[in-house]
């Protein structure tokens, strides 16, 4: 089972579940897919995390896990060298279509820059990003693993991390 989130063409939001890929598409094909609040059937897949199991680790921890980056040191640098992305959209698309495509190309643009300027630390992301924030080891730019409840307690600590973005064709 799957399970996606939606959007219809009024700008409701709502999820789904469907046996697979193919089903929602032969479903939405068929009008079958409807927003719950308006009745509409121009229902599309709007961006969504995946939840994806890592080796070594239990069910509970599996649970949300996501990727981080340490941003004091990383958020300044992709900042000042990402350059803006451009998404050029079909006179046909909607508004809605159009954004939504510059969006992922500039998520896609600042998650490519992120990795391939900073250490994917996998793991060891929780007690890295700390020996930054406290001075045991220099700063630099690291992204990699870390649970909710881990960068929860990063967060706490005054640590500066935020997710790192994920988008629907990384999935595929």
Known sequence: MIRY????????????WFQDSAS???QAK???VRCP?????????????PQIPRKGRTAEQRAGEERVIHTSAARKKAAAE???????TPAAESLMMGQETELRAKLKELRDHIKANADNV????????RKMHYGEIEHRPIYGDAS???AKALIE?????MPLPVLPDDRN
């Open 157 to 161: 600590e005054g640590v500066e991390v």
């Open 122 to 129: 996998g793991d060891q992301f929780p007690e890295q990003a």
């Open 82 to 88: 990402a350059a803006p992305a451009t998404a050029e």
């Open 24 to 26: 929602f598409e032969k």
């Open 30 to 32: 068929r009008s079958l």
């Open 5 to 16: 989130s939606l959007q219809c063409d009024r700008g409701h939001a709502f999820e789904s």
């Open 37 to 49: 609040t308006c009745d509409s059937a121009k229902v599309e897949k709007s961006i969504m995390a």
């Open 148 to 150: 909710p409840s881990e």
